[in-house]
């Protein structure tokens, strides 16, 4: 049952009761740094003292997502240690007094919402006339229509109180047919009525086949627990001991790697310059870090292939920065190009399911090796939804899976229905913790490139979606006089969703009320634009919440569809007026 609300309030921003973000971010970077332990270095903790977080607006220092997680403090203080490993990074070519590192707490809720508030030619991610504008990657037609877009939700299964993600986000077909359901339903277009066809399918499996049906089918999916529930798990006592992320050598055998000398005017200011960067990723949380790594200077090259699906709006806005090239890595010829990149590449970022691009021969033990070789070591950045690879006992490492699976899996759906007032699960709004993981796998890539550059070696760098909520769920909830304001001012019809509601109409919600609560969160103060000669039109996405003195942050190339370039490090065009927009 839904909790009565009133009419959206809809007045201008202020502050949520007496609740200060800022001071609660600050206490979020001190959990992370404990939380983090040896895995960080301790010359990077220095630098906090100079971490300034910025509420020069009332809305800077306002909860504004309708949820009951610190996600914004998770967020902002993942982002001020992304900033003290940068000034230690830049400390190394030109040591500095004091660099004050900001975080701009208006534009970490904008990054966390990314995908919803990225635009092209004024169309966001809801208009149906975008899909004209994109290339056609969806190769399966997963999100071709209603029914087969439905296919990845939460939705109750037979015994009572139980609930489970299904996930065809991009291979509905599969998905369905584990069901029971045909792969196409013409004549299927209403919304509640798709809802209830699948979920009247779901309901004739218990979660213990369900999951068995996904292990059949390999696919994505997972029961949906409590947070309690998940620490009873193996695999969750397994996670709940481990810090957010591990840094770890591979070799030690290779020298120290001196940062490249900048020339010009631009690069002085970006701190990974010269640092090349192969990405293996697809969807949000991967591609967020080459993003990410981007905004500091360093050349990302996102390989695809072009026989692989991927969801086309979300390159919109995770392919800023980057150029993008396809090659498939079971053919020869292109196996051999991959390997030319492979050859003077620092830093590989793998987001697919855990052993897959070791398949194909490119693990990073066998990179390490190659490292050796050539006398130069390399950062292997791992990213994936359950976590705990090689750790004993953590049974789901080696599962697929993406955000939702992570957050129903761990607590955070729960956690969210909770908050609005159902006892049933519901998934958050936005793809919030891909962002927040996006941020950790950052962090670890540049903790390898400290580390290589100081201490020589090749290094494995591991983080994953659970983790991140982990951390996230660490920080606990909001008090209860916050939850209560929110659910006031929020808009009533946030409140009327329910579980099998989908993320696009949780996150269109969502998006609606925060528009009338935040108006400044879409304004120009946030946000910048630039002309994509890839997609053919003018995109809007939201500027870079951190900022280092002495450095620049920021992309310096528009965004582009995947395998729009050359597989090539030569030649790559920059446009510097984007570092000052």
């Not at 290339?135 to 489970?164: E, F, K, M, V």
Request: proline share 6%; with cysteine; net charge neutral.
């Amino acid at each position: 049952m839904t909790i009565s609300q009133p009419t959206i309030n809809t007045s201008p921003t202020r502050k949520c009761v007496s609740y200060s973000l800022t001071d609660n971010a600050r206490r979020a970077l001190d959990i992370l740094f404990h939380a983090a332990g040896p895995e960080l270095l301790a010359e990077f903790s220095m630098y906090a003292r100079d971490v300034v977080f910025d509420h020069s607006s009332a809305t800077g220092d306002s909860v504004c997502f309708p949820c009951p997680l610190k996600q914004q403090e998770a967020c902002a203080a993942l982002k001020a240690l992304e900033g003290c490993i940068v000034a230690a990074i830049a400390d190394l070519r030109h040591r500095e007094i004091r660099r004050k590192i900001t975080v701009n707490l208006e534009r970490v809720t904008c990054f966390l919402m990314s995908a919803y508030i990225t635009t092209l030619d004024g169309l966001d991610k809801s208009n149906p006339k975008i899909n004209f504008k994109l290339p056609d990657t969806d190769l399966n037609d997963a999100q071709s229509i209603l029914y087969r877009r439905l296919s990845a939700g939460l939705y109750q299964a037979r015994d009572t109180g139980t609930y489970y993600h299904i996930h065809g986000s991009l291979d509905a077909s599969k998905t369905l047919n584990m069901i029971g359901l045909p792969a196409f339903c013409p004549g299927l277009i209403d919304y509640r009525q798709c809802i209830q066809t699948i979920e009247s399918a779901v309901k004739r499996f218990s979660v213990e086949e369900l999951e068995l049906q996904n292990q059949r089918f390999r696919q994505a999916g997972t029961v949906v627990l409590t947070l309690d529930q998940y620490r009873e798990t193996p695999h969750g006592r397994q996670l709940h001991s481990l810090p957010p992320f591990t840094v770890q050598p591979l070799e030690l055998t290779t020298p120290p790697v001196p940062l490249v000398k900048p020339r010009g005017r631009v690069v002085q200011l970006q701190c990974l310059h010269g640092i090349r960067v192969i990405e293996l990723c697809r969807v949000i949380a991967g591609p967020t870090i080459g993003k990410s790594l981007a905004a500091h200077g360093a050349s990302v090259l996102k390989v695809t292939s072009s026989r692989l699906p991927d969801v086309p709006f979300f390159q919109l806005d995770v392919n800023t920065g980057k150029h993008t090239t396809s090659l498939h890595l079971k053919d020869p010829a292109d196996r051999a190009t991959f390997e030319d990149l492979l050859a003077t590449a620092d830093v590989i970022l793998d987001g697919y399911r855990p052993s897959t691009i070791a398949r194909l021969g490119y693990s990073p033990e066998a990179l390490a090796v190659m490292a050796a070789k050539r006398g130069r070591g390399i950062i292997y950045v791992a990213e994936d939804c359950f976590g705990g690879l090689d750790v004993p006992g953590a049974e789901w490492a080696g599962r697929p899976g993406w955000q939702q699976i992570a957050d129903c899996v761990t607590g955070v759906a729960w956690e969210q229905g909770n908050f609005m007032g159902l006892n049933e699960p519901v998934v958050p709004p936005f793809p919030m913790s891909d962002y927040g993981t996006g941020c950790l796998g950052t962090i670890v890539a540049l903790s390898g490139i400290y580390r290589r550059a100081t201490e020589g070696g090749s290094w494995i760098c591991r983080t994953s979606l659970s983790q991140y909520n982990l951390f996230l769920l660490s920080l606990g909830s909001y008090p209860t006089e916050v939850q209560d304001e929110l659910r006031r001012r929020h808009d009533p019809q946030f409140f009327a969703l329910r579980h099998s509601d989908s993320v696009d109409e949780v996150g269109r919600r969502a998006l609606r009320s925060i528009r009338g609560l935040h108006p400044r969160l879409f304004g120009d103060n946030v946000m910048q634009s630039t002309y994509s000669v890839g997609f053919g039109g003018v995109v809007r996405w939201p500027k870079e919440a951190l900022e280092v003195q002495g450095l620049k942050v920021g992309h310096v190339r528009a965004t582009r569809p995947n395998g729009f370039d050359s597989p090539t490090w030569e030649d790559w065009e920059a446009d510097e007026t984007l570092l000052d927009s």
